[in-house]
């Protein structure tokens, strides 16, 4: 993976060929898609003589005569039968040299291991630059230049910056420019032209990398989120502003035809105003004349009110003084009257309080004459009540109130036979009473008649009507039970 994504370095080297022919010369030179840069090829010399020796075209070639350099002054194109001792010593590339010297594990200033790719590009420009670099360098020797300079330089610039800055080296010449500087000035003297020095690319630690391609994602997220937001605000505001362009032309339609209904009220509410101030000045007028009659029909019903009330007070006064007259004797005949039948009432009083007197005395005397015959009338009200109170169902009476009660039925000179008085000798536990007390069951005759009642025509009449008011006050109680 290493090999795939980053260069590997380059490495000049220096070739041996048979003859100089254009094709062995261009074949020669070829990199072949190797790391090694053949930049000087170095022909196979003759024995006596060359009976045929192409010199080729498009390289710097360098001429050597008994060993010596010397520039014999032959052009491009093949020559014949020429000397052993006139040979063609080296042939060196006149193109553009790209040499890659990459740096592995360099140092930033934040302590983090880069990988760079650096790439120099130099040239020998003529045939006395190639005379100079071939007889005072080489090519093995410039190889062991150009990588020490490179590999010195890079990590001297990369020691100076931190991560973030070291990535922005990657495509920019001015970065390298002090590196190219100084190479260019150790080389010119060997005849060897610097043209660029470029990093083409850096590469970060795996995970730091993984790092900050997610947080460059993330910024051009958050970009993309921020032009869509821009872009959906720049929307939102052109149709607000084609709304507010529609809202403003509609409201300026409705202010037009409001200033229109507006004039045409105006229009109307001015001549509703004169035809107004015009029936206003009618009735107005109508009103003053209306008013000038009323005080002159006003001033003459009013002296002949004077005139009137002047004849009716006399009138008033000489009939009232009349009615007074009258209605004084009348008075006086009417008190003599009243005089007269008070004196007469008065005696009728007297009489009548002598005859009540009269007849108190006579009561006083027939009182004990009515006593049996009320005794008479109790009894047969206490057995109207019993009969009630039997007909209606069972009734149980306990305590004082049966006790008072058989007292008062142990007085009477007879008692009804259908009639159960039963002293409490046993307990009566379901009804809850206790021992030593009286019962009074009263309960209906079952089929049996009354009992005989003739010996209580014997009571007297005060006596019935003081037992009528005690068996009364007994018997309200027991409808409760």
């Given at each position: 993976?290493?090999?795939?994504?980053?260069?590997?370095?380059?490495?000049?080297?220096?070739?041996?060929?048979?003859?100089?022919?254009?094709?062995?010369?261009?074949?020669?030179?070829?990199?072949?898609?190797?790391?090694?840069?053949?930049?000087?090829?170095?022909?196979?010399?003759?024995?006596?003589?060359?009976?045929?020796?192409?010199?080729?075209?498009?390289?710097?070639?360098?001429?050597?005569?008994?060993d010596q350099a010397k520039d014999m002054g032959y052009g491009p194109g093949i020559k014949f039968c020429l000397p052993a001792w006139e040979r063609i010593s080296h042939v060196v590339s006149a193109q553009t040299i790209s040499y890659s010297a990459p740096a592995r594990g360099v140092p930033t200033a934040d302590n983090i291991l880069v990988d760079l790719n650096v790439v120099?590009?130099?040239?020998?420009?003529?045939?006395?630059?190639?005379?100079?670099?071939?007889?005072?360098?080489?090519?093995?020797?410039?190889?062991?230049?150009?990588?020490?300079?490179?590999?010195?330089?890079?990590?001297?610039?990369?020691?100076?910056?931190?991560?973030?800055?070291?990535?922005?080296?990657?495509?920019?010449?001015?970065?390298?420019?002090?590196?190219?500087?100084?190479?260019?000035?150790?080389?010119?003297?060997?005849?060897?032209?610097?043209?660029?020095?470029?990093?083409?690319?850096?590469?970060?630690?795996?995970?730091?990398?993984?790092?900050?391609?997610?947080?460059?994602?993330?910024?051009?997220?958050?970009?993309?989120?921020?032009?869509?937001?821009?872009?959906?605000?720049?929307?939102?505001?052109?149709?607000?502003?084609?709304?507010?362009?529609?809202?403003?032309?509609?409201?300026?339609?409705?202010?037009?035809?409001?200033?229109?209904?507006?004039?045409?009220?105006?229009?109307?509410?001015?001549?509703?105003?004169?035809?107004?101030?015009?029936?206003?000045?009618v009735l107005l007028e109508n009103a003053t004349a209306a008013q000038s009659r009323a005080a002159l029909k006003n001033t003459h019903e009013q002296e002949m009110a004077e005139v009137q009330g002047k004849q009716f007070k006399a009138e008033l006064v000489q009939s009232t003084t009349t009615r007074c007259a009258e209605m004084k004797v009348k008075a006086d005949q009417d008190?003599?009257?009243?005089?007269?039948?008070?004196?007469?009432?008065?005696?009728?009083?007297?009489?009548?309080?002598?005859?009540?007197?009269?007849?108190?005395?006579?009561?006083?005397?027939?009182?004990?004459?009515?006593?049996?015959?009320?005794?008479?009338?109790?009894?047969?009200?206490?057995?109207?009540?019993?009969?009630?109170?039997?007909?209606?169902?069972?009734?149980?009476?306990?305590?004082?109130?049966?006790?008072?009660?058989?007292?008062?039925?142990?007085?009477?000179?007879?008692?009804?036979?259908?009639?159960?008085?039963?002293?409490?000798?046993?307990?009566?536990?379901?009804?809850?009473?206790?021992?030593?007390?009286?019962?009074?069951?009263?309960?209906?005759?079952?089929?049996?008649?009354?009992?005989?009642?003739?010996?209580?025509?014997?009571?007297?009449?005060?006596?019935?009507?003081?037992?009528?008011?005690?068996?009364?006050?007994?018997?309200?109680?027991?409808?409760?039970?």
């Amino acid at each position: 993976m290493q090999s795939e994504t980053y260069m590997e370095k380059s490495r000049l080297v220096q070739r041996s060929i048979m003859n100089t022919s254009n094709g062995t010369v261009q074949s020669g030179l070829d990199r072949g898609g190797g790391t090694d840069i053949p930049i000087v090829l170095v022909p196979w010399g003759a024995c006596c003589f060359h009976c045929c020796m192409e010199v080729p075209t498009g390289s710097h070639v360098l001429w050597e005569k008994f060993d010596q350099a010397k520039d014999m002054g032959y052009g491009p194109g093949i020559k014949f039968c020429l000397p052993a001792w006139e040979r063609i010593s080296h042939v060196v590339s006149a193109q553009t040299i790209s040499y890659s010297a990459p740096a592995r594990g360099v140092p930033t200033a934040d302590n983090i291991l880069v990988d760079l790719n650096v790439v120099i590009q130099f040239t020998i420009p003529d045939k006395a630059s190639a005379q100079l670099f071939v007889y005072k360098l080489g090519a093995k020797r410039l190889d062991a230049l150009l990588a020490a300079a490179c590999e010195e330089g890079v990590r001297a610039l990369v020691y100076g910056s931190n991560h973030e800055n070291v990535m922005d080296l990657a495509s920019s010449s001015g970065s390298t420019a002090a590196i190219q500087a100084s190479l260019t000035e150790n080389l010119h003297k060997y005849g060897v032209t610097v043209r660029s020095m470029i990093i083409t690319k850096t590469k970060l630690p795996t995970d730091l990398q993984t790092r900050l391609e997610k947080t460059t994602t993330m910024i051009s997220e958050m970009e993309n989120a921020e032009k869509q937001n821009g872009n959906d605000q720049l929307v939102i505001k052109n149709e607000g502003e084609v709304k507010l362009v529609e809202v403003e032309k509609d409201r300026d339609r409705r202010i037009q035809a409001l200033e229109k209904d507006l004039v045409l009220l105006k229009t109307e509410a001015e001549e509703k105003v004169a035809a107004e101030e015009g029936r206003k000045n009618v009735l107005l007028e109508n009103a003053t004349a209306a008013q000038s009659r009323a005080a002159l029909k006003n001033t003459h019903e009013q002296e002949m009110a004077e005139v009137q009330g002047k004849q009716f007070k006399a009138e008033l006064v000489q009939s009232t003084t009349t009615r007074c007259a009258e209605m004084k004797v009348k008075a006086d005949q009417d008190a003599l009257t009243l005089i007269s039948l008070a004196e007469a009432e008065y005696t009728v009083a007297e009489s009548t309080a002598e005859s009540l007197k009269e007849e108190g005395r006579a009561e006083e005397v027939a009182a004990e004459k009515l006593q049996e015959k009320r005794k008479y009338e109790l009894m047969w009200d206490k057995l109207d009540i019993l009969k009630d109170i039997a007909k209606t169902g069972r009734k149980v009476v306990t305590g004082e109130r049966a006790e008072s009660m058989m007292n008062e039925l142990c007085n009477m000179k007879t008692a009804a036979a259908s009639d159960h008085v039963t002293p409490l000798g046993m307990p009566l536990t379901p009804l809850g009473v206790p021992l030593g007390t009286w019962v009074l069951v009263l309960s209906p005759p079952r089929g049996r008649c009354m009992p005989d009642v003739g010996a209580c025509t014997r009571a007297g009449e005060a006596g019935l009507r003081r037992a009528r008011g005690k068996i009364s006050a007994l018997a309200a109680p027991l409808h409760l039970l």
